[in-house]
Every structure is written in C-alpha cells, then in structure tokens.
C-alpha cells in the first residue's frame, strides 16, 4: 500500500493553467477507473472535485478536469484563482481491496 | 443535510487505547460503507480503513491491521474507530467520510478529531 506519487508542489499565476500528475501503479491508478481528487485547505473537511477519473461532482467548477494515460492520472487546474491555493491529493481503489492516497501536492498561486 | 460529525479525540499515552465516534446524520446511514481517513502533523491523507454497509465486511490499512477496528451501529448512526496498542506516530487528525453508493470515493466527511498519542 505504497502512496500514490504526487509533486510536492506546483504553482501558477492567477489565470494560468496547472497540472498535477499522480503516478502508481497497475495495482491501482492503472487498474481501475476509480482515481478521484480531493482538495483540502488546512482545518477543514477535504473537497471531493473530480471522481472516477473525470467526473466533476455537482457545484465544482469546471475549471477543474481530470484524465489518466496508463498509471498516471492528472488533474488540471485552468485559470487558477487565489482560493485554488490548497492541497490536492489523488486517491485510488486498489487490487487488493484497500484505498490509497497520493502523497498530496501542495498549490500556491503566485 | 448530511452531516458527520467525530469525536473522542484527546491525548492518550503509546500502548493505550481510544475509541473514536463518528455521528452521522441527514441521510441514511445503513446503506453507505464509511471510511476512516487520517493526517499526521506535517503529512499527507492515509485512508485506514472502511466499513461497508451491513457491518460486516471491513477492510484496513497494513498500518493499523491487527490494531485498529472499525465498527458500526446502524440502529444509531453511528460509526466507531476503535484504536489499540497506539504509537506516536498514530497522532495525527482523525477524519470519516461517506462512501458513494459505487464504493470508490467520499463527497461527504466530517471536520475529524485530533489524537494524540504521547507519553
């Protein structure tokens, strides 16, 4: 139950766009079309914005997006604002029946 | 609205032992599986475990099997982590979160409950 691979960090300025990668492994990212994404801003409930690879639950903005290539998945942040400034973490169903986090990535917008 | 709200946290010294709640409300609590999710100071999101509807199915992290077990009242709505032998490096915010009716991701999650574990 290794975590999934994230970027310690990544920035933007306010209106550009950003990618996180999410790398693991056919166990997991690779195996299943079941990666979401959470937001979190410390002290507060993690935010679900994408599941199932790439579906926005109702009420996110659409300017965020997710996809996945093989063992990666991403999550794009387009024209970022100030309030994107957060953690992101990945999360995965496993092969063996277990759940696993990416090891978060934190954004600053510029 | 759904709301989950833990409790229980508090500071407890290695090897002992706390049982964390989690009250649930606003929807029906029978027909979800629940999660436990932590964050230790500094680090990122774990899952640690989950407990599907019925009670009966539970499943751990390789962290916490053997010491950690995950129980659920139906009849009260509510869901209970209960923590054995505990380490330093189990302090850490406590959250739990509803699981979707797919069983692959959480939309709903409490505020979570600070344990600490020092001597």
């Known amino acids: 139950q290794s975590a999934l691979t994230q970027p310690a960090s990544v920035s933007g300025s306010p209106g550009q766009s950003i990618t996180i990668s999410c790398t693991g492994t056919?166990?997991?990212?690779?195996?299943?079309?079941?990666v979401s994404w959470y937001q979190h801003h410390p002290g507060k409930a993690p935010k679900l914005i994408i599941y199932?690879?790439?579906n926005r639950p109702s009420g996110v903005s659409n300017r965020f997006s997710g996809s996945k290539s093989g063992n990666t998945a991403s999550l794009t942040i387009s024209g970022l604002q100030a309030e994107d400034e957060a953690d992101y973490y990945c999360?995965?169903?496993?092969?063996?029946?277990?759940?696993?986090f990416g090891t978060g990535t934190k954004v600053t917008v510029l | 609205q759904v709301q989950l709200v833990e409790s229980g946290g508090g500071v407890v010294q290695p090897g002992r032992s706390l049982r964390l709640s989690c009250a649930a409300s606003?929807?029906?609590?029978?027909?979800?599986?629940m999660h436990w999710v932590r964050q230790a100071p500094g680090e990122g999101l774990q899952w640690v475990g989950v407990?599907?509807?019925?009670?009966?199915?539970?499943f751990y992290a390789d962290s916490v099997k053997g010491r950690f077990t995950i129980s659920r009242d139906n009849s009260k709505n509510i869901l209970y982590l209960q923590l054995n032998s505990l380490r330093v490096e189990d302090t850490a915010v406590y959250y739990c979160?509803?699981?979707?009716?797919?069983?692959?991701?959480?939309?709903?999650w409490g505020l979570g409950t600070l344990v600490t574990v020092s001597s």
């Open positions: 979160a509803r699981e979707d009716f797919s069983g692959y991701y959480s939309e709903y």
């Open positions: 606003g929807f029906s609590f029978s027909t979800h599986g």
């Open positions: 407990v599907r509807s019925d009670g009966n199915n539970k």
């Open positions: 056919s166990g997991d990212v690779g195996g299943h079309n079941y």
């Open positions: 199932d690879v790439d």
């Open positions: 999360y995965s169903y496993t092969d063996s029946i277990s759940y696993v």
